[in-house]
């Protein structure tokens, strides 16, 4: 319900744009390759983040945060477009659904080579296993589908990834440029810091590669008692 009552804030949100792109006759799939172009720069933000920037400056981290967001609104704008312009095609959807995997892989590319850089290589394999989490999901999801099954559940999809992420990236950089970058809180027991700004991005990476990979076996699960239903469990 929540996922449902968010989505139509967002709808009312962006329904004047939309009519505007429909009287200019903007094509959906314009829009989505605009939507990959910002997760592009997203990940050129983090690359430069990497090499340009101390291991304190944050600031980088909560601009390809906004970007990650910004990117994300477009991914609802041109299935919007589509829908509200009659402007839905299979070869969109198909369009739509691989610029939306590069997209995420591009993106998450741009998450691990920042934290490698600034050696946060432990963290980086969180990112990496959101990432296999994030193909998985969507791939068991094809999959169903081609074999007749709706397989649309789960909690982590990509809608909620890319909210995570984005909003946890740029309250990392609020949070570094309020506190510093090189703000930490250490334990009396052990020799290493129990929070420093860069856990703000980290924590929610983590969340989301756990609930991710859940969703995907969930998916499959699903599969598996929908396919028992017909009688088929090959």
């Known amino acids: 319900m929540l996922k449902v ?56 981290v909560g601009w390809a945060g906004f970007l990650i967001l910004f990117g994300g609104l477009f991914d609802m704008i041109d299935g919007r477009l589509a829908r509200l312009g009659d402007m839905s095609t299979t070869f969109g959807a198909l369009y739509d659904s691989v610029l939306d995997r590069y997209s995420e892989l591009i993106m998450f590319f741009g998450i691990c080579y920042y934290l490698i850089s600034h050696d946060y290589f432990f963290s980086s394999m969180f990112a990496f296993v959101a990432l296999v989490g994030s193909i998985m999901v969507s791939y068991t999801r094809a999959r169903a589908e081609a074999l007749g099954i709706d397989c649309s559940v789960g909690f982590m999809q990509r809608p909620e990834r890319v909210i995570i992420i984005g909003l946890s990236a740029i309250l990392c950089g609020v949070t570094a440029y309020f506190l510093g970058g090189d703000y930490r809180v250490f334990s009396e027991f052990i020799n290493y810091p129990i929070f420093e700004p860069i856990f703000v991005f980290i924590t929610p990476m983590a969340i989301v590669a756990i609930l991710a990979n859940i969703t995907a076996l969930k998916r499959l699960n699903h599969c598996r008692l929908e396919l028992e239903k017909k009688g088929n469990d090959q």
Do not use: W
């Open 5 to 60: 009552l968010g989505q139509q804030f967002i709808y009312t949100l962006i329904n004047p744009l939309v009519q505007f792109l429909i009287k200019y006759k903007v094509s959906p799939n314009l829009i989505t390759s605009i939507g990959l172009g910002i997760n592009v720069l997203a990940t050129i933000v983090f690359i430069l983040g990497a090499e340009t920037a101390p291991r304190t400056d944050l600031s980088y």
